[in-house]
Every structure is written in C-alpha cells, then in structure tokens.
Nanobody, 124 residues
Framework: VQLQASGGGLVQAGGSLRLSCAAS????????MGWFRQAPGKEREFVAS????????DYADSVKGRFTISRDNAKATIHLQMNSLKPEDTAVYYC??????????????????WGQGTLVTVSS
C-alpha cells in the first residue's frame, strides 16, 4: 500500500498550489481520504477530509474557504487545491487513507495509511 504525495514547492503569499496524492490502494473507493500538515516545531494537524464517494468534505477552520479537497476514484487520486496561501500554511503536507471511513475523521489515529509528505513553503 502506497500513497505518493506531490505538488509541494515554494510560493509567495497570496499564491496557489495544487497538491496531489496517488494511491496504490486496492479498491480505492473503500477509503475516505484526508490531508494533514506539520509545521516545524509543531504537532501534526488536520487540514481536510473527503468521504469515499466525494460527496462530503470537511476542513479545518484555518483553511476553510481557501482550500478545496477533491478525489478522482477512477484514477485513485486526491487533490488539495490551496489558494490565498499564507506564510502560516508552511508545512509538510501528508495524505492519509481511512479504510471504510466516513470522511469525518480529523484525528490522525483514525487513518490507516500515510504518504511520505510534500513540503509547502509560503514566503511573505
């Protein structure tokens, strides 16, 4: 089981990035998916989640209205579109998979598989 995150990079404040996570999960549709991030010296935090069908999404208050999570079940891929980026969004972003999850899980402990992370740096 592998989750491969990509799309991170350096961007100026106010800019946009689109993260992707490709999954080699058997029966991808059985997994709710999520994005988490960890900034230097801080604990990992929930960013966004999406249900197995893609019909339900949840966001941390800090990114609501700026980030959009989506999934393509045919390609076993999820995305995180990040707009109006702020320096405080700087972190390593991780995708995660929750077997038979509802898409409401905000704790990392609820997720079964993790990607390797992709670094997002937002300069002021």
């Amino acid at each position: 089981v592998q989750l491969q995150a990509s799309g991170g990079g350096l961007v100026q404040a106010g800019g946009s990035l689109r993260l992707s996570c490709a999954a080699s999960l058997h029966t991808f549709v059985r997994y709710a998916m999520g994005w988490f991030r960890q900034a230097p010296g801080k604990e990992r935090e929930f960013v966004a989640s999406i249900s197995r069908s893609g019909g339900r999404t949840d966001y941390a208050d800090s990114v609501k209205g700026r980030f959009t999570i989506s999934r393509d079940n045919a390609k076993a891929t999820i995305h995180l579109q990040m707009n109006s980026l702020k320096p405080e969004d700087t972190a390593v972003y991780y995708c995660a998979a929750d077997l038979l999850g509802t898409g409401r899980a905000v704790s990392g402990e609820d997720y079964d598989h993790w990607g390797q992370g992709t670094l997002v740096t937002v300069s002021s």
